[in-house]
């Protein structure tokens, strides 16, 4: 069974910066597409970055672009979200995701697994 989840949101000013944390179990993802997404209250989920490490492959939502950085550490299966520069507008909860094979895509309907979320709050 696939389990991912999800730490190391918080509560930060504008301008700070989160480590976010995804901890998988029951797969390894290192071969797989993983994802960030967040929905905002009210909002649709949005893509925020995704990774397929084996294919050295990292996409970003233009938002997010050189402030947020996703990577991996293999021999942990854990995958990280670093955000700098935090805005008021990256208030949100956060979710990893994985896709079941190795088909790259940024579309959250396209992956399998999901994490329970964090939530990450930027205040002004």
């Known amino acids: 069974q696939v389990q991912l989840v999800e730490s190391g949101g918080g509560l930060v000013q504008a301008g700070g910066s989160l480590r976010l944390s995804c901890a998988a179990s029951?797969?390894?993802?290192?071969?797989?597409?993983m994802g960030w997404f967040r929905q905002a209250p009210g909002k649709e989920r949005e893509f925020v970055a995704a990774?397929?490490?084996?294919?050295?492959?990292?996409s970003y939502a233009d938002s997010v672009k050189s402030r947020f950085t996703i990577s991996r550490d293999n021999a942990k299966n854990v995958m990280y979200l670093q955000m700098n520069s935090l805005k008021p507008e990256d208030t949100a909860l956060y979710y990893c995701?994985?896709?079941?094979?190795?088909?790259?895509?940024?579309?959250?309907?396209?992956?399998?697994?999901w994490g329970q979320g964090t939530q990450v709050t930027v205040s002004s």
């Open positions: 995701a994985g896709r079941g094979d190795s088909y790259y895509y940024t579309a959250p309907e396209k992956y399998d697994y």
């Open positions: 029951g797969r390894t993802f290192s071969s797989y597409p």
């Open positions: 990774m397929r490490w084996s294919a050295g492959i990292t």
